[in-house]
């Protein structure tokens, strides 16, 4: 790597985002999509990885269609910045390959390349948002716990707080994790949305040393469903609708984060963080 690249990248400081759910259907992609959408409005350099490696889907919910993948990178075919695409506000994103399960199960010769790869990205970064996987597999706890703020998306239905709580749980438990954002997703109103927030804390403060943080709330929008059918992001879409406004207000909080750790956020890459916990599993 060149002296100047490096020298760009020991001092930059990245925000990197899980945003992860614990089971599926709650609505995770389509708040990574528009969350980054909405913080690269902003101006802030936005990239989203689709992180979910047996059945990507960032692409097809956009209506994307990518010729290269990050299969493509691991097998040394092209370069990581020859598979992003343009998504909308201007996030860039990177396609995963669905159904490759060499993606679900990377081995150790593939971990410098690709940290490599993410490396030369830095000095083009401020927020990396990573749309993980549903489920609690290692490789999801993995990616999250590599990251510096964990975006736990949660709906009220019984199966999406216990599946929660219980992803919580694994990453307090395995990996130290002591603190998470929720996200209320899919509610009526604010007062719903805090209802839903006290559910899961009153598990969580019951059973685990973890501090749990309200970072916002979605409503039900019909324009919402609209926008997906169109293959469209809500916030660009239907700028004006009341999912976009609640889209618009979390990216303002996530701005409002503490900024990442120097030593955390920046020389030491999410990448080389998340292969090096999974070299230690095999």
Same mark, same amino acid.
Request: aromatic share 8%; with cysteine; charged share 20%.
């Given at each position: ?6 020298? /760009? ?14 089971? %599926? ?16 409005? &902003? ?5 989203? /990885? ?17 010729? /290269? ?8 075919? +092209? ?9 909308? +506000? ?15 199960? &990377? ?5 410098? %390349? ?10 083009? /970064? ?28 949660? +709906? ?19 990996? %130290? ?5 929720? *996200? ?33 709330? *979605? ?51 999410? &990448? ?11």
């Amino acid at each position: 790597m060149k002296m100047d690249n490096y020298n /760009l990248m020991k001092d930059k400081r990245i925000q990197v985002l899980a945003v992860t759910g614990g089971k %599926g259907g709650v609505g995770k992609t389509n708040i990574a999509v528009n969350i980054g959408a909405s913080l690269a409005s &902003m101006g802030k350099k936005t990239y989203l /990885l689709d992180a979910d490696f047996g059945l990507s889907n960032v692409d097809v919910i956009l209506g994307l269609s990518p010729q /290269l993948t990050l299969i493509d990178v691991i097998e040394n075919r +092209c370069q990581l910045e020859e598979i992003i695409l343009k998504g909308p +506000c201007g996030l860039q994103i990177i396609p995963g390959a669905s159904g490759v399960q060499k993606l679900v199960q &990377m081995q150790a010769r593939d971990y410098a %390349g690709m940290i490599h790869s993410f490396s030369r990205l830095m000095p083009q /970064l401020d927020t990396f948002i990573i749309d993980t996987a549903p489920g609690i597999h290692s490789s999801v706890a993995q990616l999250a716990a590599a990251s510096q703020e964990i975006l736990v998306v949660v +709906c009220d239905e019984p199966a999406s707080i216990a599946d929660a709580y219980a992803f919580i749980k694994l990453l307090h438990q395995q990996h %130290g994790i002591e603190r998470f954002r929720i *996200i209320a997703n899919m509610t009526s109103g604010l007062f719903e949305a805090r209802q839903l927030f006290a559910k899961l804390t009153n598990v969580t403060d019951k059973y685990l040393s973890v501090v749990l943080h309200f970072l916002g709330w *979605i409503p039900e929008d019909e324009l919402i469903r609209k926008a997906i059918k169109r293959q469209s992001a809500v916030v660009e879409a239907y700028p004006s609708s009341a999912a976009s406004q609640h889209f618009k207000e979390l990216a303002k909080n996530i701005l409002k984060l503490p900024p990442p750790v120097l030593n955390t956020g920046s020389g030491q890459f999410f &990448m080389e963080q998340f292969f090096s916990s999974a070299s230690a599993l095999q």
